[in-house]
């Protein structure tokens, strides 16, 4: 964004701006401003000891040291105090106007607008070069790829030491295995490594059919089993993002060609994936691939199968970040973005075949991050 003056409210914990911006977590909300090129961070005052050590780029300010805005016992939950802090700001660095981000609190802007405060909303990304990542920012993903990957291998050897029971049943330690009880070990496993796990996937059976369902009830053989693990470093706020689909004994000969199927589409993808190339076009060459492998798609509002979701999207501060690898993606893939990629086939008389990587572009290639083997039988 070429905009000189900046200004955000939040809680960088939950806000990747603010994170991008200040480089420090913290869980309760603050103010952001950049004016004439400085930054200025406005925090609680008991956070100002732990922020002045974390934070070097910044000037740190106590926000019960703005006295001059009318109020004691100073607190962010109100706007009206807020909006006069950052007036008071603004006139001490002789700023008029400041652009803030689409999500910017309503009744704080309101608030400021009252004070004849010069806000402007930002038309796009405050921080576009969010998209392609240092190598610094490659390495904090990569820790937390590792986290994921503790995660599902957790999760893989429960699978491989438990037993079948009845009707193809899976037992753990003489009891049920449970998708619930599995992603509880696996989330464990994620906590134990750094990571906070999100909502783990374990979906066994039809239940693998819907990509975002998160999985219930006990699990059985012979069927597939998604494993989508998508953990947030604890010390970095970065995201790691890996899928695997597995079966419990013998696969179907039918699941053993969906399965190699999907490994192909996305070694396509991976061929494709370039620095100045579509986005979009990657996604329909693998589209094209499995309908010409005999995999078609059909989007109803009651039923969809096959390919319906898209083949990959950015990975960083946020979960999900540009570029979209998808149909109606306008983004343009770059050296240096980190893209998970994540082509899948679903059909309710078989179920469903995902697969993740997360892989850095380069200009001649990409730089796969996952180390993950892709065993379908275990």
């Not at 608030?111 to 405060?117: D, G, P, Y």
């Not at 494709?272 to 995999?295: I, M, N, T, W």
């Amino acid at each position: 964004m070429k905009a000189s003056n900046l200004l955000m409210y939040g809680a960088s914990e939950r806000n990747a701006d603010m994170l991008y911006a200040t480089g420090v977590i913290s869980p309760d909300p603050f103010l952001y401003l950049r004016l004439k090129g400085r930054c200025f961070l406005i925090v609680p005052d008991l956070e100002v000891p732990r922020l002045r050590r974390l934070n070097g780029r910044c000037r740190i300010l106590p926000l019960g040291g703005f006295h001059s805005a009318g109020r004691n016992g100073a607190c962010f939950a109100e706007y009206g105090f807020l909006a006069r802090v950052i007036r008071s700001l603004l006139r001490e660095q002789h700023v008029k106007k400041v652009t803030a981000p689409m999500d910017f609190p309503y009744g704080l802007a309101r608030q400021l607008r009252r004070l004849k405060v010069k806000l402007k909303v930002a038309d796009g990304p405050l921080f576009p070069q969010r998209a392609t990542k240092t190598n610094e920012e490659i390495k904090k993903i990569s820790a937390a790829l590792i986290m994921a990957e503790v995660g599902l291998a957790e999760g893989v050897q429960v699978l491989k030491n438990c037993k079948v029971g009845r009707r193809r049943t899976l037992t753990y330690h003489n009891s049920p295995l449970t998708a619930e009880k599995l992603r509880a070990i696996m989330n464990t496993a994620i906590y134990q490594a750094g990571g906070v796990p999100g909502h783990t996937i374990v979906a066994g059976g039809l239940q693998s059919c819907d990509p975002h369902e998160p999985g219930h009830g006990v699990l059985r053989a012979g069927e597939p089993i998604v494993l989508d693990v998508f953990p947030r470093s604890q010390k970095t706020g970065y995201y790691g993002d890996i899928t695997r689909t597995v079966v419990k004994g013998r696969a179907s000969e039918a699941l053993r060609r969906m399965h190699d199927t999907v490994c192909r589409g996305q070694a396509l993808a991976f061929d494709l994936l370039r620095d100045g190339r579509p986005a979009s076009e990657v996604h329909h060459a693998v589209q094209k691939f499995f309908q010409e492998q005999g995999y078609s798609t059909r989007l109803e509002p009651r039923r969809q199968e096959g390919f319906f979701h898209g083949t990959g999207h950015g990975v960083g501060l946020e979960l999900h970040e540009a570029p979209l690898v998808a149909a109606q993606s306008g983004d343009v893939v770059q050296k240096g973005q980190v893209v998970c990629v994540e082509p899948g086939l679903y059909y309710p008389e078989l179920g469903g075949m995902r697969m993740e990587d997360v892989v850095v572009v380069g200009r001649r290639g990409i730089k796969n991050l996952t180390q993950f083997d892709r065993q379908l039988e275990i």
